[in-house]
């Protein structure tokens, strides 16, 4: 980690830098940043935004079944529950009884409505206000390194599975006619969100954790028409709004999580506005 | 490649049924299509001839048996289905462009990567094979009704399937388009010869490009050659009218 550090002292000489949380953070960024940009190519498709979102305020509840159970870290809880969650929605919205918004509007609200119940039994709800706006400052040593094993194992799934998923997305008759199996690859999805909103709602926040996910690939949209563009510009209008939302909230000194959030809004409607002017010319 | 590919497949579909709730949507429905053979499903909406092909590519739950088989008569486990859907509904603002879409059929490499020499040069030749050879870097949502149909019939032949499914292909074209449309079919079916089964409500198309047909009401009702399909009363008084004057 150290010469990590070193390295970053080296191409960065700026006084932002001199910090190890700075640092940490940067690395945070660049790690979990391009997964953000990757798979919210797949929410935007698929128009699941309201469903990480849903997945973002579960973790509410993992935290309170985390207190609960006494584990101290509440990564694991939140992990579990998310999940369990995850499949959840999906398997309501599979029997098709309800409407898919409507299904996780319920799922979304008794999600957070559970979590605030339990914590609150156990008084001092305040405590956990952190996981609201998320602290990216805060990130530890360890937790980096588990951003980037979920890098990893994130990233060679991308890698195994979107072909499947996305034909499955655009239409799934079209898809189950090639063999694919429909079903599972969408469970993969849903865990594969499940795990990227568990590992950094702690830093980014519940409230616009989901912005991260959706906006970049929705700015994206905007003004790409193959999946390989695509792909490029999500990405790294993820990596460029984490970056320049972080350095702007240290010399402004706002909360770096919706400083980022603010920066790739804006990155939206340069796009909106060019890609409407496309589409009339 | 699939050059002199011909297809000696074989389709036996016995006792189908498919229950929705407390709905019967298909009762005991069976019959067979053998290679070069395209059977038309017609009857009424709701009458049960999309569930037949949902069934086909296990979309829908059902009872009874699909067998596929191949030219020595023994049945393929996992067969290749070519699907076109009656009206493909997606989000037209998707990034994703017909090269795009014949790429996810590659194992190997995702599409969001790019996309490998041999599937470039597979999907250019079965898009000129249609006619649709130009629109190889269009965005599927730009292209028109007729445009989209041939990319997917284009798309159903890759990999070079055991059976066509064609629902209502035709739907979303102009009248002009129908008419290539079919004429690509039947040149499909006399260079392939893979067996085909086309839902439409066009009797006058059917009887003009089907081989037989089968008229469904929640079960098979009747079935026949399509060139008698004039003659049938049950036809005529489930659609009332003369079908050579053209289709509902």
Known sequence: ?281 | MHKGYVCHCSVEVKNLSVVRGTHIALRDVSFSVKHGEILALIGRNGAGKTTILKAIINSVAYRGEIKFFNSEGQIISSPKIGYVPQKLSFDRNTPITVLDLFCTNSNRFPIWLGHSKRRISRAHELLEKVGAGSHINKPIGRLSGGELQRVMLAFALDPMPDILLLDEPVSAVDRKGVEVFYKLITSMREEFHMPAVMVSHDLAQVSKYATSYALIDGAVIETGRACELAKSEKVRDLFGFDIGKGGI
């Open chain 1, 1 to 281: 980690m150290d010469i990590i550090y070193r390295v970053i002292e080296l191409i960065l000489p700026f006084s932002w830098i001199q910090f190890n949380f700075m640092k940490n953070a940067l690395i945070a960024i660049i790690l979990i940043a391009p997964l953000f940009g990757l798979v919210g190519t797949m929410i935007v498709n698929n128009k699941m935004s309201f469903f990480s979102d849903a997945l973002g305020h579960s973790a509410l509840t993992g935290i309170a079944i985390g207190v609960l159970l006494g584990i101290n870290n509440y990564m694991l809880s939140m992990l579990f529950f998310a999940v369990l969650f995850a499949l959840g929605i999906a398997s309501v919205i599979n029997s098709k009884i309800s409407s898919p918004d409507t299904v996780i509007g319920v799922f979304s609200s008794a999600g957070v409505a559970l979590g605030i119940v339990i914590l609150s039994v156990k008084g001092g709800i305040s405590r956990y206000s952190n996981y609201l706006v998320g602290d990216i400052l805060s990130i530890t040593k360890k937790e980096i390194l588990i951003l980037g094993v979920v890098l990893i194992i994130v990233t060679v799934l991308w890698v195994l599975c979107f072909n499947k998923l996305i034909l499955a997305s655009l239409n799934s008759d079209l898809a189950l006619s090639k063999r694919v199996n429909v079903k599972l690859y969408k469970n993969i999805f849903v865990l594969i969100i499940a795990l990227i909103v568990t590992v950094s709602i702690k830093w980014v926040g519940m409230l616009i954790i989901n912005s991260l996910l959706v906006i970049p690939a929705a700015s994206a949209k905007n003004i790409t028409s193959d999946m390989r563009s695509y792909h490029i510009f999500s990405i790294m209008f993820s990596v460029i709004s984490g970056i320049s939302g972080l350095i702007l909230s240290y010399y402004i000194g706002t909360s770096a999580g919706a400083t980022i959030v603010l920066v790739s809004s804006v990155i939206f409607f340069v796009t909106f506005f060019i890609g409407k002017s496309k589409n009339i010319a």
